[in-house]
DNA sequence: TTTTGAGTTGTTCGA
DNA sequence: GTCGAACAACTCAAA
């Protein structure tokens, strides 16, 4: 007689290794892979959430290559979890652990149904190298700062990495929903047959991507990554995004060249915490997904009118400025954007143009299938000065001379820009195929003259920053504001 | 409690 | 072309 099943609800951790959750389950019996559509999943943007369909169909086939299978679900997690128990007679629900307020409220729910019934309900590490709350400051609050939060983790070690479990099948499977019921794409529109060509689905995709990653580009990655058109940076936010490699293996592999005297690898590895620092800051601060980080810039004029045309014509890659359009239309073609450029885009959008980072902050979560919450509100509030670490006010990006510096043969422009050339390259002319039918994009609408002139734009900018009103501080418990002295 | 040193990613201007 | 200074003042972390 076999023991009671166990369910692992899988949510974004679409790996067999290095797997804490699955790893026990199958040391404890047969094990029963359970994917949940929830609101959770429902409020992805348009690219993450078709992005998210592709990796549970790979890993919904993975599974079953290993004598497993994945159910899948959709509805109110606890709703769901509760019924599946009934039908399966499972003895509890193991998972790894999310850390957005909107998770963490489901799942202290789940855990809290599951124990009242007496059932196994456990959750585990995975999704971050080191647990937000496990990083502490000398007087025990939480960094703030970037560098003395990598000087905090630096010379710690993640848990070991784990191997494939060897999956044990129930007696009898419950049923399971069609994925293709679900329709994750069907925001996409065209977008999705674009996308396609770009995406790395899957554990095994993701392993090969970082171990191409470690022969051929960690050497140089300190100074080569801030090239847009060179392939030198790792790509691999994409898989961890949706768990598909674990941060820890990614981690080790940048110790292993670390130790070996791999220029490079130790950024690569500060790169890593950078992800870890966004996702201590949303634990700790989850308003940061929401408002100003920073509260005395509740007062700036950023303007957040949603039907300003400059705002469609920074969204549609046509500010004028070939970094910012090449970056833009990267995204949309790609689903992901190279660092520099969303440095450069955001930049543009939140000073030259004034706009509200919020806007920014919505067209990536729609556009990017890299799109990870802490991260997107880090950086976005990070390039508007009202995060953490915030760049100085007078730290404009100037599109022109970024480009010249960083991409000296514009050959990053010239591959997404293809308005105005005899041999535009392809994936230049494949934006105008994923763009929606109402923008009238076409080769031959010309490419734009720019959308706001440069040293105007900063000026306006540097004046907007350097008047902004009087610090204001939230007062949460009494509900009003007070001016600071 | 006070002090000290430091803080991802830039641009422009003038010598 | 190259280089340093100026662009502010403040917050954070640790001693």
């Known amino acids: 007689m076999t023991s009671a099943p166990l369910i692992v609800w899988i949510r974004r951790d679409l790996r067999l290794a290095d797997h804490a959750a699955l790893s026990f389950a199958a040391s404890q019996g047969p094990v029963i892979p359970v994917f949940i559509h929830d609101d959770v999943t429902e409020g992805l943007g348009a690219a993450a959430q078709w992005r998210f369909g592709e990796g549970i169909a790979r890993y919904a086939r993975t599974l079953t290559d290993h004598g497993s299978r994945l159910i899948l679900r959709r509805g109110r997690a606890v709703d769901v979890l509760q019924a599946l128990l009934a039908e399966t007679g499972a003895c509890g629900v193991v998972w790894q652990r999310a850390y957005d307020p909107a998770s963490v409220a489901r799942d202290t729910a789940v855990k809290s149904m599951l124990h009242e019934g007496g059932l196994i ?18 007087t025990g609050g939480f960094y703030r700062v970037y560098t003395p939060f990598w000087r905090a983790v630096a010379q710690r070690s993640p848990e070991a ?5 060897t999956l044990t099948a129930p007696e009898q499977w419950p049923e ?54 060179k392939p030198a940076t790792s790509r691999l936010s994409e898989n961890l995004t949706y768990g598909e490699i674990s941060p820890a293996r990614a981690w080790a592999a940048g110790q292993a060249g670390m130790s070996t005297g791999v220029a490079g690898a130790e950024h690569f590895c500060k790169e890593l915490v950078w992800r870890d620092f966004a996702y201590h800051l949303m634990w700790h601060t989850p308003e940061i997904l929401t408002r100003n980080w920073r509260p005395e810039w509740d007062g700036f004029s950023w303007s957040e009118d949603a039907d300003d045309p400059a705002l469609l014509r920074w969204q549609q ?9 090449a970056a833009l239309r990267e995204m949309y073609v790609t689903g992901t954007m190279h660092n520099r450029g969303r440095m450069i885009v955001a930049s543009f959008l939140t000073k030259h143009l004034l706009l509200h980072w919020r806007f920014g902050r919505d067209w990536f979560a729609d556009c990017l299938t890299d799109w990870d919450p802490a991260s997107n509100a880090m950086g976005w509030q990070w390039t508007a000065g009202c995060g953490p670490d915030a760049a100085p006010y007078f730290r404009i990006f100037n599109p022109t001379s970024q480009l010249d510096k960083f991409d000296p043969g514009h050959s990053y422009p010239a591959r997404w820009i293809a308005e105005g050339t005899l041999t535009p390259h392809a994936d230049g002319l494949s934006f105008f195929d994923a763009v929606p039918r109402n923008w009238e994009l076409s080769q031959n609408v010309p490419y734009p003259s720019p959308q706001i002139e440069l040293a105007a734009g900063r000026a306006r900018a540097l004046k907007a920053y350097a008047t902004r009103p009087a610090a204001v501080k939230r007062d949460e418990t009494l ?6 002295d």
């Open 121 to 138: 309900g456990q959750s585990f590490a995975g999704h971050l190298l080191f647990e937000p709350w496990s990083v502490e400051t000398k």
């Open 161 to 165: 990495l784990l191997p494939s479990p």
């Open 176 to 229: 399971s929903d069609d994925l293709g019921d679900w329709r994750m794409g069907r925001a996409l529109d065209r977008g999705a047959l674009v996308l396609e060509r770009h995406a790395c689905v899957g554990e095994a995709a993701a392993l090969d991507r970082l171990d191409r990653f470690v022969q051929e580009a960690m050497h140089g990655y300190k100074t080569e990554r801030n090239a847009p058109a």
């Open 317 to 325: 890659g046509r500010t004028g400025y070939p970094f910012v359009d």
């Open 479 to 484: 509900g009003t504001a007070l001016t600071t």
